[in-house]
């Protein structure tokens, strides 16, 4: 992208990362966290405008999960049931799907959450604390769709007419493309 997608520009004035902080917010999410590298200085920057917590991913270089990792050393202790993870390149998701979501999210039903579009899985996931483990495990080191994939008959899907929750935004040309789509949540 030429520069940190959690910078780029959200078209409502805020970038990706205080668009999808807000929208947590929206919902009634009161723990935010914000998983960064090492040397994110003007992410930082952007997440402290937002009174998110920051947590420091030591070895980013490991992928997507190493930072569900580094989130979950900072969560399990505190207790909470479930961890929703968000991907950063994905701001396009409206609160309502969101929370829907978040409602759907049982302690005693499935361990997991996934919204779908058009029959297609996508972000924000919910995952109950008995799946961590799984999360932690050398299995996951390929990333968490290893986890969700495992036992089909463990997620809960989520069908949403939202295709925010499936849009990926990794290239310039992606970004050019969906740009139109932010100032309508």
């Known amino acids: ?5 959690a910078l780029l ?4 004035g805020d970038t990706f ?10 919902v009634g999410v009161r723990r935010i966290l914000v998983v960064v590298a090492p040397d994110s200085g003007p992410i930082r920057l952007a997440v402290e405008r937002v009174n998110a917590s920051l947590v420091v991913n030591p070895d980013p ?26 991907p950063v390149d994905m701001p396009l998701v409206k609160p309502d799907s969101v929370r829907s979501v978040l409602d759907a999210f049982d302690p005693g039903g499935p361990p997991i959450v996934v919204p779908t579009h ?7 996931v919910v995952v109950a604390r008995p799946v961590w483990p799984e999360l932690r495990a050398p299995e996951a080191d390929a990333g968490a769709r290893a986890v969700v994939r495992r036992e089909p008959g463990r997620v809960r899907e989520v069908p949403l007419p939202d295709e925010g929750v499936l849009l990926d935004i990794d290239t310039k ?13």
């Open 1 to 5: 992208m030429g520069s940190p997608k």
């Open 118 to 124: 058009e029959g297609r899985r996508g972000h924000p």
């Open 61 to 86: 270089t490991t992928g997507p999960i190493s930072s569900i990792r580094a989130a979950l050393e900072v969560i399990d202790p505190e207790g909470f049931g479930g961890l929703l993870f968000w």
């Open 173 to 185: 040309r992606e970004y050019r493309r969906h740009r139109a789509r932010w100032g309508r949540r």
């Open 17 to 26: 990362v205080e668009r999808i902080v807000k929208t947590l917010r929206a």
């Open 9 to 12: 520009d959200a078209g409502d």
